[in-house]
């Protein structure tokens, strides 16, 4: 059964990757998760920005609940090593060893009533 967190979440991750395809990011994968060893968990997106690989986590949030919260702050020092364990899988994977990476955050807010979101990219984490 789906639940309604990870409908709102799922919406989140929608509106991350039309924001960064119209920012010129090639989307290469999404909710990626490593398939060899022990289940680390999974990236939300991952993308190309020229030449360089993103990937990227992204936080979802209601607006009127959550307004005054920063979405990124639940990004912790543990939730980085895993997400760099699984983009070292990744890159294994598909052979881009040869291209540099970074980690990203879009934070999105999510207004009901407004039917708008807001998007906060913050590069390189």
């Known amino acids: 059964m789906v639940t309604l967190k990870r409908n709102f979440g799922d919406l989140g ?8 395809t119209n920012k010129s990011y ?6 990626f998760q490593n398939a060899l060893g022990r289940r680390l968990g999974e990236i939300d997106i991952i993308a190309r920005d020229r030449e360089e690989l993103v990937f990227v986590e992204v936080k979802t949030r209601e607006m009127k609940k959550y307004a005054e919260t920063l979405p990124e702050e639940n990004i912790t020092p ?3 090593r895993r997400m760099a364990k699984i983009a070292e899988a990744y890159i294994r994977l598909n052979h881009l060893d040869h ?5 990203d955050a879009i934070s999105v807010w999510l207004d009901y009533e407004s ?7 913050i590069k390189s984490l």
Do not use: C, G, P, S
Request: charged share 40%; net charge positive; hydrophobic share 40%.
């Open 13 to 20: 991750e929608k509106l991350a990757v039309k924001y960064l």
């Open 26 to 31: 090639q989307i290469l994968d999404t909710n």
């Open 78 to 80: 543990m939730k980085l």
């Open 99 to 103: 291209l540099d990476y970074r980690f």
């Open 115 to 121: 039917k708008k979101a807001k998007i906060k990219h």
